[in-house]
């Protein structure tokens, strides 16, 4: 409960940040182009299809059921706080696929730790090339090595005796199962950089176009780099379902360091936020027609 009525103050804070004096007479519409948003929507919808490839390079399934997986867990991640739509991975593959759970949370994980990886990996880049400080570089080393410990501690067998020595049954059988699972797909781990820098250059693209030619704000590419970080992050913040608040509130601070208005700010976020919804449901009601199913049938399996 205390939580709760946390993430609602939270929730307050941010909605008074980015109305609070808001003119809606200000906003410089001619900054828009349509052309620079429908490349945008195209981009964020091809990234899905790369998504769909690197889940179907980890599960060994076929790009179909990627990429039914993916939808599905996008669609609900727009609905859902704290990303729990990625458990509907694991719902979806066992109830449709007989995929085990297992296997499902163990592909999350890895996805999850590369994902990690990559973004602080662009945000070592560009606060290194923004700042040059030693700080920086420290955390270089630290991302390095705590990478390092990671990758070890999934390949070294000895961290399965480790894990035969926990008390609890269930428990003992079920971490040793996803220890295999992520200790195999371990094995490749350049496969896996290979598909997760595809990704997010993907991901990134798609907030260069937005921010380029979508709507002109004059950006250079390290400024984009910058803004495509910290967005990200707050996209990933567990506070509303999809991110909504935190990604506009990002955007907007992010930006007025660079003399853009409140107005347009806020205005290109929310239309980014809504590509993302149109791209997902776009692609989730597409599932729904060609697999004949109602969403209150999805829902209840």
């Known amino acids: 409960m205390k939580n709760k009525i946390i993430q609602i103050m939270l929730l307050i804070t941010l909605s008074i940040y980015l109305f609070y004096g808001f003119d809606v007479t200000k906003i410089d519409f001619s900054k828009f182009s349509l052309f620079g948003v429908i490349a945008t929507f195209i981009t964020i919808l091809f990234s899905q299809f790369v998504l769909s490839v690197r889940w179907m390079k980890m599960s060994h399934l076929s790009f179909k059921t990627s990429f039914e997986t993916i939808i599905v867990s996008s669609a609900l991640n727009m609905i859902l706080p704290a990303k729990l739509g990625e458990f509907s991975k694991a719902l979806y593959l066992k109830k449709f696929y007989k995929y085990n759970y297992h296997k499902t949370l163990s592909i999350i994980f890895v996805e999850r730790f590369f994902d990690v990886i990559m973004l602080f990996l662009l945000l070592c880049i560009w606060a290194y090339d923004y700042t040059a400080s030693e700080v920086v570089k420290s955390s270089l080393l630290i991302l390095g ?6 990758i070890l501690f999934f390949k070294t067998s000895k961290t399965l005796q480790l894990l035969k020595k926990i008390p609890l ?3 003992r059988v079920y971490l040793q199962k996803i220890y295999k699972i992520v200790h195999q797909m371990f094995h490749s781990p350049l496969s896996l950089s290979f598909y997760t820098i595809a990704l997010w250059s993907m991901y990134f693209l798609g907030t260069y176009i937005l921010f380029t030619y979508g709507v002109r704000f004059n950006l250079n590419i390290t400024t984009i780099l910058g803004l495509f ?5 707050a996209l990933s913040l567990p506070l509303a379902p999809a991110g909504i608040g935190t990604y506009e509130a990002a955007v907007v601070f992010y930006l007025s360091g660079y003399g853009v208005s409140k107005e347009d700010a806020l205005l290109a976020a929310t239309l980014y936020h809504l590509l993302l919804f149109g791209v997902d449901f776009l692609l989730f009601y597409l599932f729904l027609f060609l697999k004949d199913i109602k969403f209150e049938e999805l829902v209840k399996q």
């Open 169 to 171: 049954q269930f428990l």
């Open 145 to 150: 090595s705590a990478i390092v410990v990671i």
């Open 229 to 233: 970080i910290f967005s990200s992050i």
